[in-house]
């Protein structure tokens, strides 16, 4: 131990706090802050694993030189940047103590990271766009022809259906474009222009980094961003009903956004309704494990040819069985460049159903929404593989709230209850499926595969009230604070609703040096 507080007190809220100034010579490495209470019985030798002793946090410790010279990166104003434009970018380093930091050695690197395409427009409210383009080609459109099979593993199979919306949930793929070493000017600059590529990101942010190397061997380094559009034209998809009936009229709507995000007439899109078709055998593992090997194909249900307009296009079609749909549309851009966006429903009903599932007693299990309210209706679509079996659901936050059980008679079911204060901030809903025994145990040591199974699913479920939130205003009395001053500044929280409850504010002052030693600088906090 390098230092010890003795009986500390806590605040009302639970908090405390306090300082350890690190020694001039102390060593470098990870210190560990370590809390133990005298509430609870102690066992001297094996306190840690008794519970009495807990880590809070942990620091890093290291010998740190703040770079004296700052990087700055321009665009030269550019907003919009587009496949085959020329982009000219302007690197500045600079010393904190001003004048130029000169002949240094640079990396330039331009990168673009797909984000959501968001329109102003009030109609686009509820359509997804997608933002990559097919893995095979970018010229190659999404849609799968008629007969097409795919083989795939059992965990491979799943991934693709783990999300009912496969649309432009693809934000935070990154893709480098350009990368090239450059030198400063004896004014610490540096000008260069060059060609954007074609990317597999479609839409995003262009982010272009100028990272100046120091005489340690370090680089600091500034960047700039300006907004990307691989293609002038994006179709997207909106799909109302969270999931369809086998037999019932479904309404699918389209819309074409140019690369400003405003509705865009003229444009031949084709949308294109398909089923899944599954096929399965068990097939023989390591031991007398047998693996599910799938082949999936496509049929067609459905095809529309509509011509864009600035109000959304209704594409109507009736889903004849249970299932996986697969709903794409696709379109060419006034360049002659392909977009199509996909997205995924499942269609509930009387009828058989083969579910994919990874190896093992894993339950497919899609939340409506990722975050509820208080008051709102919770909703669970379950992939059932044993129709007839009755299944356990329970409600779990600290133990388990609430327990029932229901039968599953259809391959799909949708399991509901609304959301009260006792769920906040989150709460885990599981279900467990059991299926009997099918048939009768095999003889001579064969493998039983018509023993008694269970499937167990698993979902975690954020929930958000308003009223629990406070907004926290900090304001400085002065924009800039020389070395010694003292600065002043004002905090302000106010409620989301109702009064002011008693609050406690933990305030950290950072050196802007510090951001440089935390990848995310800024971003981290």
Known sequence: AVHIVNNLTLSEFGAYHGEFPVPQNGAVGWYRFELSANFTKLDSDNAEDTGNTWEPMRVLVSDFTPAPFRVTTDLQGTALVTPGESLAVITQARLHAGGPYSSADIRLTASVEGRPLLS???????????????????????????GDAETETAEDSVDAEQDIDVTSGNGGRSETLHEADYRLDENGRLETTFDMPTAQVLYGQLRVESAVRDDRGKYVAGHATA???????????????????AGTPAQLQSLVLDEHGQAAAGSEVQVTVQRLLLKAAQIKGAGNAYVPHYVRSWEDVSTCRLTSDTTPQDCLYTPPAPGTYKLTA????????????????????????????????????????????????????????????????????????????????????????PITPDHLPGFYFSVVLMSPRVTKPLLNNQ????????????????????????????????????????????????????????????VAVLDEAVFDLISGGRNYF
């Open 447 to 506: 493998v039983d595969l018509g023993k008694p199974a269970f499937r167990m699913g698993y979902v975690r479920t954020m929930v958000q009230d308003s009223m629990k939130e406070l907004r926290v205003e900090v304001t400085p009395q002065q924009d800039v604070y020389k070395p010694r001053q003292t600065a002043t500044v004002d905090l302000q929280v106010r409620p989301s609703q109702g009064p002011l409850p008693p609050v406690e504010l933990a």
């Open 120 to 146: 102003q427009d009030p109609q686009a409210t509820g359509f997804s766009f997608a933002i990559t383009a097919p893995k095979n080609t970018p010229e190659v459109s999404a849609q799968a022809t008629d």
């Open 227 to 245: 907004h990307y559009a691989g293609r002038d034209r994006y179709v997207g998809l909106r799909q109302e009903e969270w999931v369809l009936r």
């Open 330 to 417: 696709h379109l060419v851009d006034t360049q002659g460049r392909p977009h199509s966006t996909s997205i995924r429903r499942f269609a509930t009903g009387a009828g058989e159903v083969l579910w994919e599932s990874r190896p093992g007693h894993t339950l497919n299990v899609f939340p409506e929404q990722k975050l509820y309210k208080v008051g709102d209706t919770a909703r669970y679509l379950i992939h059932n593989p044993f129709p007839g079996a009755r299944a356990l659901l329970t409600v779990e936050r600290f133990g388990v709230q609430k327990g029932w059980v229901e039968m599953f008679n259809e391959p799909t079911a949708v399991v509901e209850f």
